[in-house]
T-cell receptor, first 112, second 109 residues
């Protein structure tokens, strides 16, 4: 593993199903983030974690939950998916100096 | 509210120079980032400005004026591989990143 790994890369999901997007980093960064990216809109922060054991809500947290049991893993769960959650999801981590973000390759989710 | 404005799309010619502007209104300022994102890929870091002035890094330069709430990204000697979206983001007083919608740059031969 080098950097940030997300899984799955793509998924089609029926509305109402539960889905967890996985994110793992090997850079030992304290801060991690989940963003969604939709056409014509900037990246929008869903949830974040400044350090293992803590999480916080971003701009668009409704319908999503996260956990941060350790430094490396930061899964995002959709408890009951809805079509408006169709999007590309990016996990990111940041170093402490400038706050530069390092992104995973993204997970494209389609909810039907 | 907080807002980041960038042009939606720009077109330029291979070998030329292009300037992508970004204006922002945010609650506080703790730095401005530029990222490059090729279609279907993740954003990658280009530059970070926290003080006024020009930061040069190879063919790319980034300028910041905090008093005007303004930044630009300057790309010189354009190459076809520079066709991508360029994202401007500002770190606000809570150290949260506010993102612009991105500027899609199309390079023509």
């Amino acid at each position: 593993i080098a950097g940030i790994t997300q899984a799955p890369t793509s998924q089609i999901l029926a509305a109402g199903r539960r889905m967890t997007l996985r994110c793992t980093q090997d850079m030992r960064h304290n801060a991690m983030y989940w963003y969604r990216q939709d056409l014509g809109l900037g990246l929008r922060l869903i949830h974040y974690s400044n350090t293992a054991g803590t999480t916080g809500k971003g701009e668009v947290p409704d319908g999503y939950s996260v956990s941060r049991a350790n430094t490396d893993d930061f899964p995002l769960t959709l408890a009951s998916a809805v079509p408006s959650q169709t999007s590309v999801y990016f996990c990111a981590s940041s170093d402490g100096a400038t706050g530069e973000l390092f992104f995973g390759e993204g997970s494209r989710l389609t909810v039907l | 509210g907080q807002n980041i404005d960038q042009p939606t799309e720009m077109t330029a010619t291979e070998g030329a120079i292009v300037q992508i502007n970004c204006t922002y209104q945010t609650s506080g300022f703790n730095g401005l980032f530029w990222y490059q994102q090729h279609a279907g890929e993740a954003p990658t870091f280009l530059s970070y400005n926290v003080l006024d002035g020009l930061e040069e890094k190879g063919r790319f330069s980034s300028f910041l004026s905090r008093s005007k709430g303004y930044s630009y990204l300057l790309l010189k000697e354009l190459q076809m591989k520079d066709s991508a979206s360029y994202l401007c983001a500002v770190k606000d007083s809570n150290y949260q990143l506010i993102w612009g919608a991105g500027t899609k740059l199309i390079i023509k031969p």
